[in-house]
């Protein structure tokens, strides 16, 4: 897919539901605002929205029932916000429950089964945390040592047996976590010129 007249592409989710795609833009085509834009058809832009005052746009990630969150920045704050399924605007949604110990340094998101996910970096720290939510009731989290950006990331794998593996900038490496225990990386692998992001392909042997 192709499209122009649009801003800075960050990262990209498919609704499980419809089959929508929705692209998250750091920033919108007058550089003044984070926007998510909405295709349900390869063709044209169905929707195009600024979420909840972002002016930066990280994340997107659907829902198993088809809302669609993302995350970004509103002036010096990290925000989680909602595209409720049917909606044609988006609400900030505020994470709280178990585990939860606020937002830092962004990252991406995914959905894993009936959760959502999201990165969290504590680069003071040395660490990140993966939130699971629902709705806005965060129900674990996992604590990633050695991983302080708070990068994209990617689940996988059985459920049973589920793993993380997460982009670093600095050092320039991914590194691997069991999920959902974290931790200390069981892996690492380290790539030439800085990492930012990492998606998984599936091939047949």
């Known amino acids: 897919m192709v499209w122009a007249d649009y801003g800075f592409p960050d990262a990209c989710d498919v609704d499980p539901v419809s089959g929508d795609l929705a692209v998250s833009e750091f920033t919108n085509p007058e550089g003044d605002a984070g926007a998510v834009t909405v295709f349900a058809s390869p063709l044209h832009a169905d929707y195009y929205l600024k979420p909840a005052g972002m002016w930066e746009c990280l994340s997107v990630a659907y829902d198993d029932r088809g809302n669609l969150n993302a995350d970004g920045y509103a002036d010096s704050s990290s925000v989680v916000a ?4 049917g909606a044609l605007a988006f609400r900030t949604i505020h994470l709280h429950g178990k585990g939860f110990r606020g937002l830092g340094t962004l990252g991406g998101m995914q ?12 680069a003071s720290q040395g660490y990140s945390y993966i939130y699971r939510f629902s709705g806005s009731v965060v129900a674990g989290v996992t604590l990633l040592q050695d991983a302080p950006a708070g990068g994209q990331y990617t689940i996988f794998g059985k459920a049973a047996k589920q793993k993380i593996i997460e982009a670093s900038q600095t050092p320039s490496q991914l590194q691997t976590y069991a999920y959902p225990a974290g931790q200390l990386p069981t892996k690492r692998f380290a790539v030439p010129k800085g990492s930012y992001d990492v998606l998984l392909t599936q091939t047949s042997k």
């Open 82 to 85: 909602r595209l409720a399924r």
């Open 111 to 122: 959905r894993n089964g009936r959760f959502v996910t999201i990165s969290v970096g504590a």
